[in-house]
């Protein structure tokens, strides 16, 4: 009997491959989704998507979207909290999986590990140890399309949001930029791809900066 599973969603590229790998394999039921959202800006966090938008991706999979709200500047302790009250949630109802998009970090997978670990479930990472380059030109090969909707500052051009993640982004990236911006130089917002039944239509909205500036993000609205 294929094991349970709920997929961690940034709204982003890499949760789209690794939900689209889990729901391939057969020893893996996915149950549906989970996100974090800033209870001030009913965004998720750092990616600065709205809620609505993630709810309309979990409507085109056709999965269930469970929301954990964190207040403003939330320390590691309130969010722990939420995530053991979330665990205990999944738990109860037989879910002992909980699946990750992460590629390579070992500090990240190791304290998402020791999270999960605490009520005897298990972290699964379908992309870990894949090559960036490899996961960037999968996912378009699959037919994922993605918007770049955040960006670094510090490490890219402000002006980058709102462009599409196609081969031409691919190629623009310097040297020092991960293709799959695995150390934070940008995030995206995934509009279609293999397991939707519809694209999730979207316009593109104002410019705005979060983080003193450092961030640069572009306003991603329902058509």
């Avoid at 998720?44 to 609505?52: A, C, I, M, T």
């Avoid at 469970?66 to 320390?75: D, M, Q, V």
């Avoid at 970090?105 to 090559?131: C, H, S, T």
Wanted: proline fraction near 5%; include cysteine; glycine fraction near 6%.
């Amino acid at each position: 009997m294929p094991e349970k599973v709920m997929v961690s969603w940034s709204g982003g590229k890499d949760s789209a491959l690794a939900l689209y790998k889990m729901m391939q394999d057969e020893h893996y039921n996915v149950e549906g989704i989970f996100s974090t959202i800033s209870a001030q800006s009913t965004r998720l966090p750092v990616h600065e998507v709205k809620q609505d938008l993630l709810k309309k991706q979990a409507e085109a999979m056709g999965l269930p979207l469970k929301i954990i709200t964190l207040p403003p500047h939330a320390s590691n302790e309130r969010y722990e909290q939420e995530m053991d009250d979330l665990f205990h949630y999944f738990k109860a109802r037989g879910i002992n999986h909980i699946v990750y998009a992460d590629l390579f970090l070992e500090d990240i997978k190791a304290y998402r590990d020791q999270l999960v670990e605490k009520f005897g479930m298990k972290g699964l990472y379908p992309l870990w140890g894949m090559n960036s380059k490899n996961v960037a030109e999968h996912l378009i090969e699959q037919g994922f399309r993605a918007v770049i909707t955040t960006v670094d500052t510090e490490k890219m051009d402000n002006k980058i949001p709102g462009v599409q993640y196609d081969p031409e982004f691919l190629s623009s990236l310097s040297s020092a930029i991960d293709p799959c911006g695995e150390y934070g130089e940008f995030h995206s917002f995934v509009y279609d791809g293999p397991m939707f039944k519809d694209p999730v239509k979207i316009v593109k909205g104002p410019r705005f900066h979060t983080f003193d500036g450092r961030f640069a993000h572009i306003e991603m609205e329902e058509k």
